[in-house]
């Protein structure tokens, strides 16, 4: 319960809405949870989503399993993969969506075209879904260039610590380090307002 009470008051706040609460001159944001406490996660996300539209306050929520998949049926891979599955190797697999699913050349176009709608907050869901072929470094590096209009909070499965040299580091799973990233603030560490 402390994790909903302390997002919603911070993702109801007029500073945090008017992207007046950053970091780094991004109003980019990281709540980390322990992938042990993924379904409470899920059922917080839902919560938030529903009280904050109680409070007109507009959700875009971008899975980025979901729009993987999307992006996989549009281009007219998704039924092929689903039938050829089995028969891949998973480096052969890992390879082919990286490919197919390039965050700078895809996933972050795929990302810029659903921001044209109105939106209050920016969540990006589904992280260690798509683990190992997006990662999630990767999307905060590409998306600041067109997301920092409003704040955005990414929910990762894992841990997002600061480091001694001012950089931060994504322990996806509290295992596999993703990358060091030093735009984004931790949102358990931004004071109730």
């Known amino acids: 319960m402390y994790i909903f009470n302390h997002l919603i008051n911070i993702l109801t706040n007029k500073n945090f809405l008017d992207c007046q609460i950053l970091c780094n001159e991004v109003p980019f944001f990281i709540a980390d949870y322990s992938i042990e406490k993924q379904d409470e996660m899920l059922d917080v996300i839902e919560k938030l989503k529903s009280n904050l539209a109680d409070k007109n306050i507009k959700i875009l929520d971008i899975n980025l399993y979901d729009l993987s998949i999307e992006i996989l049926k549009k281009n007219g891979d998704w039924d092929w993969y689903i039938e050829n599955e089995t028969t891949r190797s998973k480096d052969v697999l890992k ?24 939106y209050d907050i920016l969540f990006i869901t589904g992280v260690g879904e798509v683990y190992p072929y997006i990662r999630s470094h990767s999307i905060l590096d590409n998306i600041m260039n067109f997301a920092k209009t409003k704040p955005m909070l990414m929910f990762f499965p894992g841990e997002y610590t600061m480091l001694e040299d001012t950089s931060s580091n994504l322990k996806l799973f509290s295992v596999l380090s993703d990358d060091k990233y030093y735009r984004a603030a931790n949102i358990y560490e931004v004071d109730e307002v």
Not at 96 to 114: G, N, R, T
């Open 95 to 118: 390879e082919e969506f990286q490919s197919i699913l390039d965050v700078q050349d895809v996933i972050s176009p795929a990302i810029k075209e659903k921001i044209q709608t109105e």
